[in-house]
């Protein structure tokens, strides 16, 4: 039916055995584990994070035009989430109910990358404002959000259902995000430092040649990694037999308190505005492989950052470590815009790389809280959905939770690209080529500013009570109400096989 059934544990007597049974039960064999791994890992597997440079610097898209695309994708991203979730929150078949959606997805997916990385070889000649070109951009730019909507919410529900153990989901969560922290940066690190050899000279290739090439390997490794996830992993957790109305599933959204105070979280943090590190990092310090370097320590700190995450899941309430997880590296980045703002240290790296360092250390000390707690607490509040409603809807759940932030950041990729034609950034200029006052306000932009409009955020999380006895409580009768579920799966099947 819509998933592999729940086995069932041998009939015990009281509540507090069948917690300790179910506590040590493992779902998830290593094959499926590595798939899992693999899966996490093409997520990060890219140079996403040169993406704006790209797009700014060597297809050479104009700022004006690119905030029009911003918005208009945004409000597009918006609308397709609800009709996707909705498709996919029916989807009943003998595979389950993401993993079709996830295998139809790869092949799609990897093909639009790869046109997409290929853009300056099929529209890096033309002026920054061609219609022709603008018009293509703004296509692509529509259609992969659209695909990748339909990706994002299969893969939100599959991890959501891969096992019904909560220890054993903390155990695939955290052992993904450590192994593939070795490999999923490997991209980025090197693409960075190909670049600042182009940018001094010391490797004779094209910056365009080089996006390309990089983009497209990355497209077709990440894309493999993914289709092999698709056809390994499995759904564990029963859907229902009957389908939840589209008014039902909105409703259970409605009276989801922790999904509700996780969405008004992200709304609040989406009001966040920056231009990232990276016109930073190039354009003012002349140097790419900046987060590489100050990272190297932070590498080191970070795998040992998830030995503690169940020591601090067993002492801390997930609000705790949700509102420290989030809110230390705002901290910490006040710290390195008071160090940039004196004496003009933001243009030098001998005072910039030590505070960035720092930084970034500190900060990847708690990188396993930061990393688990969030996911974990997606997955709660979709259980917590199925606990109090008695159906899961795990796609619209997930559309709810990044809907309003969705929103937002519409409006505020917008405001990015204005704010930088208004500090004066002159697309394609390069490192020395903006005015000491642009500099300065890139640095202010990707350190001090995304601080200042994100704090409120940490407002909702106070009132977050999903921990200790009621969480217990409810996995104790989750479990109890999928085992009869399972039941009704398995009648259902057996009635189908007799009629056919």
């Not at 300790?20 to 779902?27: G, V």
């Not at 040649?209 to 990089?214: F, I, P």
């Not at 509700?260 to 002349?286: C, K, P, Q």
């Not at 900046?290 to 002492?315: F, N």
Request: aromatic share 12%; glycine share 8%.
């Amino acid at each position: 039916m819509s998933a592999e059934p729940v086995e069932k544990i041998d009939e015990l007597s009281n509540p507090t055995e069948l917690k300790a049974a179910e506590k040590d039960r493992r779902y998830v064999g290593t094959k499926e584990t590595v798939s899992y791994i693999l899966y996490d890992i093409a997520q990060s597997f890219n140079i996403n994070k040169y993406s704006d440079i790209f797009i700014t610097d060597i297809v050479r898209v104009g700022l004006k035009f690119q905030s029009v695309v911003s918005f208009v994708v945004g409000i597009w991203d918006i609308i397709n989430d609800l009709f996707l979730a909705a498709i996919v929150d029916k989807t009943r078949t003998r595979w389950g109910k993401f993993k079709p959606w996830l295998i139809v997805y790869a092949i799609p997916g990897v093909i639009l990358s790869l046109i997409y990385w290929a853009m300056p070889i099929t529209l890096g000649s033309k002026a920054m404002y061609d219609v022709g070109k603008l018009t293509i951009y703004l296509v692509l730019s529509l259609v992969q959000n659209l695909v990748g909507s339909l990706s994002g919410i299969a893969r939100t529900g599959m991890l959501a259902t891969i096992t019904p153990n909560i220890i054993d989901r903390t155990r695939l969560i955290t052992e993904a995000n450590l192994l593939s922290g070795f490999v999923e940066k490997g991209p980025e690190i090197i693409m960075g430092l190909l670049i600042d050899l182009v940018n001094h000279g010391k490797l004779k290739i094209k910056m365009s040649s080089l996006y390309v090439s990089a983009g497209m390997f990355c497209s077709i490794v990440s894309g493999l990694f993914a289709l092999y996830f698709a056809f390994v992993a499995k759904e564990r957790v029963n859907q229902t037999v009957d389908k939840p109305s589209i008014r039902d599933s909105f409703r259970s959204v409605v009276t989801n308190k922790p999904l509700l105070l996780i969405t008004l979280s992200e709304f609040l943090g989406a009001f966040s505005i920056g231009s990232g590190v990276n016109y930073y990092y190039i354009n003012v310090l002349g140097l790419a492989t900046m987060s590489t370097i100050v990272g190297i320590p932070g590498a080191i700190v970070s795998p040992i950052s998830y030995s503690y995450v169940p020591w601090a899941r067993s002492k801390f309430s997930t609000k705790t470590l949700w509102i420290f997880g989030s809110h230390i590296n705002d901290f910490l980045m006040v710290g390195v815009f008071l160090v940039g703002s004196v004496n003009k240290n933001y243009k030098k790296l001998g005072a910039m790389i030590p505070a960035f360092m720092l930084r970034e250390t500190i900060w990847m000390f708690f990188w396993g809280i930061r990393s688990v707690i969030p996911e974990e607490m997606r997955n709660e509040s979709i259980d917590y959905g199925e606990w109090k409603n008695g159906y899961r809807n795990e796609g619209l759940t997930g559309v709810a939770k990044d809907l309003p932030r969705k929103l937002i950041n519409t409006f505020g990729a917008t405001i990015k690209t204005i704010i930088l034609d208004k500090v004066g950034y002159v697309e394609g200029a390069g490192f020395g080529g903006q005015t000491e006052k642009t500099e300065y306000s890139l640095f202010w932009m990707c350190t001090i500013l995304p601080v200042i409009t994100s704090i409120i955020s940490i407002v909702p999380k106070l009132f977050y009570d999903l921990s200790g006895e009621k969480k217990e409580r409810m996995y104790l009768e989750l479990y109890e109400r999928r085992m009869e579920n399972a039941k009704q799966v398995e009648e259902m099947n057996a009635e189908t096989q007799q009629n056919a």
